[in-house]
């Protein structure tokens, strides 16, 4: 139980391109969504908290213009990266979770590169 | 503000060897603390989760320790495996925080054959 399905997995586009990710829980339904970036050999950092039918919650330096959340149902969330360049190229991770203090199932990722 | 640390930062080890990889936060106002594993490329695989009353956790071969007044953590692997390299990340989860994970930089584990 408790699956993420994060989609898709690879994205290769010109810069200016905006690009869409979908988080969806498959089997719970997920209150609570997070949106992590990676870059290579560093840990994973918070972008944003969205709950479910309200507004996400950005991160200090987190431009929520560039990064739009919405989390519309209890089983999706997408993250929407505006008007792309090659320094948002990263790993987007998502992952969902029933409530406050319930753990968090992560999804496998998405590769960005902006060329 | 939560700041987590994973000492160390790299290990490779010979295969059957055992283990400790430390984690260590700064605010010991926390709900649980959770242990990930993260291949290559990949997400986060949970692997342990403690309940701060809790000591500690056993799956398999992993055992977690929690000491929340001293703000450590350690995961234990036993008889290490190639299978078992990956980046290990703790994660502590505060109260008041949204449900927000902390993550430290990890360590990452090269098991030799």
């Known amino acids: 139980g408790a699956v993420v399905s994060q989609h898709p997995s690879r994205v290769i586009c010109k810069s200016g391109t905006s690009v869409k990710i979908e988080c969806r829980s498959l089997?719970?339904?997920?209150?609570?969504m997070f949106w992590y970036r990676q870059f290579p050999k560093q840990s994973l950092m918070l972008m944003a908290t969205?709950?479910?039918?309200?507004?996400?919650?950005?991160e200090q330096g987190v431009e929520k213009d560039k990064f739009l959340i919405n989390h519309a149902s209890l089983t999706l969330s997408t993250l929407t990266v505006t008007s792309a360049h090659p320094e948002d190229s990263s790993f987007y991770i998502c992952?969902?979770?029933?409530?406050?203090?319930?753990?968090?199932?992560f999804g496998d990722g998405t590769r960005l590169s902006i060329l | 503000k939560q700041e987590v640390t994973q000492i160390p930062a790299a290990l490779s080890v010979p295969e059957g060897e055992n283990l400790v990889l430390n984690c260590s936060f700064t605010?010991?106002?926390?709900?649980?603390l959770q242990w990930f594993r993260q291949d290559p490329g990949k997400g986060l695989t949970s692997l342990l989760l403690i309940q701060s009353s809790q000591r500690e956790q056993t799956s398999g071969r992993l055992n977690a320790s929690l000491d929340k007044s001293s703000g450590r953590s350690t995961l234990y692997i036993a008889a290490s495996q190639p299978g078992d390299s990956a980046t290990y990340l703790c994660?502590?989860?505060?109260?008041?925080?949204?449900?927000?994970?902390?993550f430290g930089q990890g360590t990452e584990l090269s098991v030799k054959p």
């Open positions: 089997d719970f339904q997920a209150t609570t």
């Open positions: 992952s969902a979770s029933s409530g406050n203090h319930q753990p968090q199932h």
């Open positions: 605010d010991s106002a926390i709900y649980n």
């Open positions: 969205s709950n479910e039918g309200s507004k996400a919650t950005y």
């Open positions: 994660a502590p989860l505060n109260y008041n925080q949204g449900g927000k994970l902390i």
